[in-house]
Nanobody, 121 residues
Framework: QVQLVESGGGLVQPGGSLRLSCAASGSIDSINVMGWYRQAPGKERELVATITSGGPTNYADSVKGRFSISRDNAKNTVYLQMSSLKPEDTAVYYC???????????????WGQGTQVTVSS
């Protein structure tokens, strides 16, 4: 059993910064891609950023230059540093990982429970 625990969300003023964390725990053999997605009210869930185990990253155009994704493989943790936040960044942010558990032959997609980010003055 693998769990993802997210933290770091909250209320921030426009132009401010937040750092999200997502830690995976359980019977983990390896993790391939880790990423962040978000879902605003009335909208579909969308990709924010991903990072592979080797380090290459991918960002949504709307966050390029403002958000930075990183990971600590030793801690099975992925981070999302968000800067120059805008009201349109308001959403529930979800962590997603591909996890290979001990004894398994396939990677399984695991989602976190989500953390609210609200950008408002």
């Amino acid at each position: 059993q693998v769990q993802l625990v997210e933290s770091g969300g909250g209320l921030v003023q426009p132009g401010g910064s937040l750092r999200l964390s997502c830690a995976a725990s359980g019977s983990i053999d390896s993790i391939n891609v880790m990423g962040w997605y978000r879902q605003a009210p009335g909208k579909e869930r969308e990709l924010v950023a991903t990072i592979t185990s080797g380090g290459p990253t991918n960002y949504a155009d709307s966050v390029k230059g403002r958000f930075s994704i990183s990971r600590d493989n030793a801690k099975n943790t992925v981070y999302l540093q968000m800067s120059s936040l805008k009201p349109e960044d308001t959403a529930v942010y979800y962590c997603k990982t591909g996890v290979l558990t001990y004894g398994s032959k396939r990677y399984e997609i695991i989602w976190g429970q989500g953390t609210q980010v609200t950008v408002s003055s």
